[in-house]
């Protein structure tokens, strides 16, 4: 099993994403059996973390796991590996709105000590009250080391390094690079699908890495993680049929491995497909799962995949059934308008019609409860999740899928739509809440 250890930092945008990412390219480089995960509800950098490491990244949530999928799920990311590294999500003590599901929680959960990236552009000796204030914040944790980011010239680190003594060790210190930037877009990065020549960058950002950081000392302060007996992980949804086609590509990229990998445990074949290459689901499945993405971005290339549609309405039409998840909650829907304003007509096995247009952020952990019996469960049945979109109804009719409120207890209303085993919202299912 794998002794780990997490990257953390102050606050988003210290550069703790590319600087995970370097990290597990350069250790995989040096020949070392590196696994990762991902703090948090995340798609787009999992998928960054398996491009830099060569392995699957996995999610690890506290807020809307049950305990026995945080612990399988984490045991299998330590599987098979001698290194693991894990990311932090937002600062390092920032959770759900009631408090929990921090990265430090996940810290003092697994037992692993955490790496502090901080980035010191336009910082000197302020740098050891950073330090100190976060060595010190919480006693359950270890702040075994940090790395400096975006350090300047000799001068400059002549003053962090002073500052920081006595205080934690100092791990690197990272020059500016104003080249290992990754592009951004609304909902975070832009996909590692997307990116051209993004084994160039990654390699670019190992070297800078491996120039200013101790690799050794790095894997050095690695510890075994806690993670109590193993235990067969549970499956966060039940499989919704035998034969599952579940649309893969640019605009359907948004999955949680777990889910997939619990549907193939409970025997379910998992049939992949491209509606972006105009590809049909599967003939013979008695499922679809259309899973998040940015259809939005796609809409015009949808709406004249015809025989995607054609085999989309045909599944319905044999009572197939059909789950959405946020974007592919839109491409269920009658209509997507785009940011232009252009409507594009959708498969239309929901009354629902969606827009980009006048983008507003959604955004935060979701409980919900089914409605109804259907493919995702029996009434009454209660999920956790997230939400994350700028999409927004246009209109809606029709019997909804869920109820919902936030991590406060704060409810929410009403989500989704559901036509007899059609169905789907914008929330996203991190996992079944424990009975």
Known sequence: MAAGFIVAAPGSGSGKTVLTLALLRALVRAGRRVASFKIGPDYIDPAYHAAASGRPCRNLDLWAMRPETFNAIARDAAADAELMIGEGVMGLFDGAIDGSGATADVAARLGLPVILVIDVKGQGASVAAVVRGFRDHRSDITIAGVI?????????????????????????????????????RHLGLVQAIERPRLDAFLDAAADLVARHVDLDLLAGLARLPELGAPMPPPAPIAPLGQRIAVARDAAFAFVYPAVLDAWRRAGA?????SPLADEAPDAGVDAVYLPGGYPELHAARLEAADVFMTGLRDAAARNAAIFGECGGFMVLGEELIDAEGEHHRMAGLLAVATSIGAPRLHLGYRRFTLAHDGPLGRGGDVFRGHEFHYARLVRQRGTPLFHASDAAGRYFGPFGAVVGRVCGSFLHVIDRESA
């Open 148 to 184: 400096l980011n975006r350090v300047g010239g000799e001068n400059h680190r002549a003053i962090l390094r002073k500052a920081c003594e006595g205080l934690v060790p100092v791990v690197g210190m990272v020059p500016r690079d104003d080249r290992l930037v990754l592009a951004e």
């Open 269 to 273: 074949e998992i049939l992949p497909f």
